[in-house]
């Protein structure tokens, strides 16, 4: 069945620095790929996504990079702060389809 | 534009109780999708309306697990009899569409003892 994967499952990087969290999804047939960053005890929120038929988007500090040939798209966080601490999810779907299939979540630690 | 309402924010039950859950999404979403979050686990989904039709409850445990979502609008979710295993944070989330972005709800936090 479909699967996305992700990895790491922690991350801890030093303020300022960057971080990467990469995604893998079996679905060639995916095209809309959205992260969601959820704090503790709280709601997932979408805070970029990216459709197929660009490779990069960027908003502020985040980026989102795919590469449909490889069926890997990453989640990329410059100048990274405290308040960036939190588990972030990546998701694979095909809009219009129906099913969005999450990867498991990386906790990413951003230390003072 | 207003969020994804979910009520009640806790619920405290005993094992073999019943419970309930609502869910109001976010005006003009034709999905709706009820998740269950297990602690340090990502969403899992349970099962996904279209309008008032279910599209996919695959993962939904049918045994003692029902959902609703008359006149396509707003849902419930519920769980007779519960077992301990299914204290949770249960998620409502909505979108324009099937495989669009999601604006979730602040959740159910149920805890079965």
């Known amino acids: 069945g479909e699967n996305v994967e992700q990895h790491p499952s922690t991350l801890s990087v030093q303020e300022g620095d960057s971080a990467v969290i990469k995604c893998t999804y079996s679905d060639s047939a995916s095209n809309y790929f959205p992260w969601y960053k959820q704090e503790l005890g709280k709601r997932p929120q979408l805070i970029i996504d990216i459709r197929s038929n660009v490779g990069e988007k960027k908003d502020q500090r985040i980026a989102v990079t795919l590469n449909k040939t490889a069926k890997h798209f990453s989640l990329h966080i410059t100048e990274t702060q405290p308040e960036d601490s939190a588990v972030y999810f990546c998701a694979a779907s095909r809009v219009g389809g129906f099913k969005t299939i999450f990867g498991a979540g990386t906790r990413l630690f951003v230390k003072a | 534009e207003a969020g994804v309402a979910q009520s009640p924010r806790y619920k405290i039950i005993e094992k073999r109780q019943s419970v309930a859950f609502w869910c109001n999404p976010i005006s003009g979403h034709a999905t709706l999708y009820w998740y269950q979050q297990i602690l340090g686990q990502g969403p899992k989904l349970l099962i996904q309306?279209?309008?008032?039709?279910?599209?996919?409850d695959s993962q939904l445990p049918k045994d003692r697990f029902s959902a609703e979502r008359l006149k396509g609008v707003d849902s419930t979710l519920k769980i007779q009899p519960a077992k301990l295993e299914d204290s949770a944070v249960y998620l409502c989330?909505?979108?324009?569409?099937?495989?669009?972005?999601?604006?979730f709800g602040s959740g159910t936090r149920l805890t079965v003892v």
């Open positions: 309306f279209q309008n008032n039709g279910v599209v996919d």
């Open positions: 989330a909505s979108s324009r569409g099937q495989g669009e972005g999601y604006t």
